[in-house]
């Protein structure tokens, strides 16, 4: 049976760059209860929603998309590839099919050519920049080239050395594609696609990279990551990749094409291999993406310049195969009920109606008890914090540890004093997170519960049965012009499940 499968997409637009800055959320392909084109569309208009990211070309779906003015981007799926790298008639099929046939009425404006071909799918690399060229000359054949932008989605993975990034290149086996590849982007305006994760990169250092540089928390400038031939100080793993991704183009002489990250995120839950998957490390990376794009501050190589990136993914995979974290990726269950809340700080929040951009301190696991026992005390002592909740028989008694009791103690702290810069700190002991840490009746200082549930979550997708293929990405628009606006979004993928 076939479904739709959602991946939430935020762009934001950048107010000083020419061309918009997207934050986006991948998902993955088993996802069960999936909502119909129809219901889909009436979505993006009822949220305003200005672009959409189609995985294929459904056809349902692209009439549903029809006469709305949203803008909409549509894939070549992989499958699809050798047909039409290996025929410009199979290409000029193609885009008479998917694209000819719903233009003007559908607004599309970019066509992404096969995903991770050159690590996914090796075999069709060497037709990969064919398959692009063909694309792009039938839509010129159209009078559409200049409208609808053509490029592919490459893993980081084809970075070589990717740090110092003045030191980065491309593994050079693929340079008979990726000259060419280049060029042609270059030469039709349009820009290099990029899947990024520090989650893998930071699993895979073996503990080189610290946590808090994948997650973009603030460092002291001494454990900044220094790159000794530019001198440019990184202060997280998505800045590093990504400036890699510019000297490697560099190095191959090409200095002008943006680039655009088409997957990154955080799974919020892992088995015991993967300690570091939890719900409160993908809330703060995703969280702090957005924060990080939103400021415009762009990367070191390029400041002010920001980074158009998808967040992956919407919703989690339940018949997902593979490990835990292969199924958490989401910000969404399948049922469409938010597995956190994103807050994009002085700009609303994302996935919720919550407009306080709530945060919390909260003591870090791991720590050490005897820390945590002389922060709870200080806290509920010369820090003047009302401790009462956490007398036996009280609603914050239970559990009865010194990790959860600090937790209480640290954040009512912390929200006492009006979360005022190194509030929540306890000698390394505590951390700010943007998931509200009450439990059953014990609502904490500063959370927006009235009970044991969420007053103020938001299910922004609608849940029935579809029997319809396709992949989406969608933006919300949150008003003003263009430029200057903060959009989010979501992406659809067509599944097959057995």
């Known amino acids: 049976m076939a479904a739709l499968l959602f991946f939430f997409l935020l762009a934001v637009s950048a107010v000083s760059a020419e061309k918009d800055a997207v934050i986006g959320v991948n998902l993955g392909t088993d996802v069960s209860d999936m909502p119909s084109p129809t219901q889909v569309a009436a979505l993006l208009k009822a949220q305003n929603i200005r672009h959409i990211r189609l995985y294929d070309a459904d056809r349902a779906m692209l009439l549903a998309l029809a006469n709305t003015g949203i803008q909409v981007t549509i894939s070549v799926p992989n499958e699809q590839l050798l047909g039409i790298g290996q025929s410009n008639a199979t290409a000029a099929n193609w885009v008479a099919r998917n694209v000819i046939a719903h233009v003007p009425a559908t607004n599309i404006t970019a066509i992404a050519v096969g995903s991770e071909v050159l690590s996914a799918l090796p075999n069709a690399a060497p037709v990969l920049v064919s398959a692009l060229k063909f694309i792009h000359s039938a839509l010129v054949a159209s009078n559409l080239d200049r409208q609808i932008k053509v490029s592919t989605p490459h893993s980081s993975s084809i970075i070589l050395d990717s740090f110092p990034p003045s030191q980065a290149f491309f593994n050079r086996s693929w340079d008979p594609v990726m000259v060419p590849l280049l060029k042609f982007l270059q030469s039709t305006d349009s820009y290099l696609m990029l899947n990024v994760y520090p989650y893998f990169d930071y699993m895979r250092s073996n503990g080189?990279?610290?946590?808090?540089?994948?997650?973009?928390?603030?460092?002291?400038?001494?454990?900044?990551a220094v790159d000794a031939n530019t001198l440019l100080h990184y202060t997280n793993v998505f800045d590093a990749i990504v400036d890699a991704a510019y000297f490697a183009m560099s190095y191959l002489n090409i200095t002008n094409i943006p680039i655009v990250v088409t997957e990154s995120g955080w799974p919020s839950k892992g088995d015991s291999s993967e300690p570091d998957a939890t719900l409160d490390n993908a809330n703060t990376y995703n969280s702090n993406l957005i924060r990080h794009v939103l400021n415009n501050t762009g990367t070191p190589k390029h400041p002010g310049i920001a980074v158009s990136t998808y967040i992956y993914e919407l919703y989690?995979?339940?018949?997902?195969?593979?490990?835990?974290?292969?199924?958490?990726?989401?910000?969404?269950?399948?049922?469409?009920?938010p597995v956190y809340t994103l807050h994009l700080t002085g700009?609303?929040?994302?996935?919720?109606?919550?407009?306080?951009?709530?945060?919390?301190?909260?003591?870090?696991?791991?720590?050490?008890?005897?820390?945590?026992?002389?922060?709870?005390?200080?806290?509920?002592?010369?820090?003047?914090?009302?401790?009462?909740?956490?007398?036996?028989?009280?609603p914050c008694y239970e559990p009865d540890n010194v990790l959860t009791h600090a937790t209480y103690a640290f954040n009512a702290y912390f929200q006492r004093m009006a979360k005022a810069p190194g509030t929540c700190d306890f000698k390394?002991?505590?951390?700010?997170?943007?998931?509200?840490?009450?439990?059953?009746?014990?609502?904490?200082?500063?959370?927006?519960?009235?009970?044991?549930?969420?007053?103020?979550?938001?299910?922004?997708?609608?849940?029935?049965?579809?029997?319809?293929?396709?992949?989406?990405?969608?933006?919300?628009?949150s008003g003003g012009s263009f430029t200057?606006?903060?959009?989010?979004?979501?992406?659809?993928?067509?599944?097959?499940?057995?």
């Open 484 to 498: 200057s606006s903060v959009i989010i979004g979501f992406l659809v993928l067509s599944a097959v499940l057995l």
């Open 208 to 224: 080189v990279i610290p946590l808090d540089y994948a997650l973009f928390r603030p460092l002291p400038p001494n454990k900044e």
């Open 316 to 337: 989690n995979e339940d018949l997902r195969p593979g490990s835990v974290s292969e199924k958490n990726w989401g910000l969404f269950n399948a049922d469409g009920v």
């Open 347 to 394: 700009a609303g929040t994302v996935l919720a109606n919550d407009t306080t951009n709530q945060t919390f301190c909260v003591a870090k696991e791991g720590s050490d008890k005897k820390m945590l026992q002389a922060g709870l005390d200080w806290a509920c002592g010369p820090g003047k914090v009302d401790c009462s909740p956490l007398l036996q028989g009280q």
């Open 428 to 477: 390394g002991v505590a951390t700010v997170t943007t998931t509200d840490p009450s439990h059953g009746s014990c609502i904490f200082p500063g959370s927006g519960r009235k009970n044991s549930t969420f007053t103020n979550a938001t299910s922004l997708a609608p849940s029935s049965n579809s029997t319809t293929s396709g992949c989406l990405s969608l933006f919300f628009n």
